[in-house]
């Protein structure tokens, strides 16, 4: 029996989380409807399939607590709190978006949420958490900050250095590898040797372990655990937790370089569907789960609406919030 396999231990919080990775999904979907009518325009990088990842998280972390993303960010601002009205009108180009449209899909920060932004250079978002998460220890204010990015993002420089300097420092910085198998469209056995990442943290001298990053509450243990870790000085930790994207890197990618059967596969083992179905297992009525997925679908049709509502951003402000 794996962790993965054991009954589901607090049924609210799990039909919580159920609704957050719904809300997740929709958004994400949304997007993809609204970027297929050329509504929202350029890149956009979808996380549908790693939900579980930004709920779980989530659920573990308090108030104060920093999460730094990558470009596939949507469902950890969402999980961080933000309206997905306002993610919704960012990605419109709206004057009510997060960033007034300035940060559309890849580029966004909502601080009064937690949520310090995404990055679209790889692997960036680590040192600026450092960053965080040096002023946390030197303030003592008891926060941690957590940054998010891809197994590929493992060989980035910048990751290396991170790890290095928060585990001299004793930083409470928790490093999430969201390990999808893929960086870019290229297979992370490809690319490295040993593929069980998480034995790299050994040579920093930090704990590192590795998670089903589909299971909800599996994500939510660990990071509860290892955020009262790093809260009580130990430092940092890495946590490597296998997902899969249903969808492509990016909207538009064909996946050509998908093996046969491999998407089928992953779509067995996604996480809501496998979290819908220990509920069920634990006797939650599935009247219950239709009115979580009905309220969460609402929601996001209510938030869509809002924003294409909105009116453009002004670009008289175009040049606001520079500094140079
Ligand atoms: C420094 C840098 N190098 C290359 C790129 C181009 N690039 C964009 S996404 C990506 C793949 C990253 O893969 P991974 O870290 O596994 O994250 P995932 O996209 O799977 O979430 C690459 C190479 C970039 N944006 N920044």
Known sequence: MTLSDLPIKNTETAIAGLGMMQR??????????????????????????????????????RQGDQVFSTYRGHGWALACGVPPEAILAELLGRQTGVNQGRGGSAYFSAADWGFYGENSIVGAGAPIACGAALTNKLTKNGAVALTAF?????????IHEAMNFAAYLDLPVIFVCENNIYSELTPIAEMTRDTNLYKRAQSYGIAGMRIDGNDLEAVRDCVAEQAMAAREGKGPVLIEMMTQRLVGHYYGDMQSYRPRGELAEAKRN?????LHEKLLAAGVAAARLQECESAARTAIEAAAQQALDAPLADTNTVLEHLYA
């Open 24 to 61: 997740i999904r929709f958004l994400e979907e949304k997007i993809t409807d609204l970027r297929k009518q050329q509504i929202v325009q350029g890149s956009v990088h979808l996380c549908i399939g790693q939900e579980s990842i930004y709920t779980g998280a989530m659920q573990a972390l």
């Open 270 to 274: 996604e996480p809501i569907v496998r």
């Open 150 to 158: 891809g197994d590929g993002a493992m060989n980035q420089g910048a």
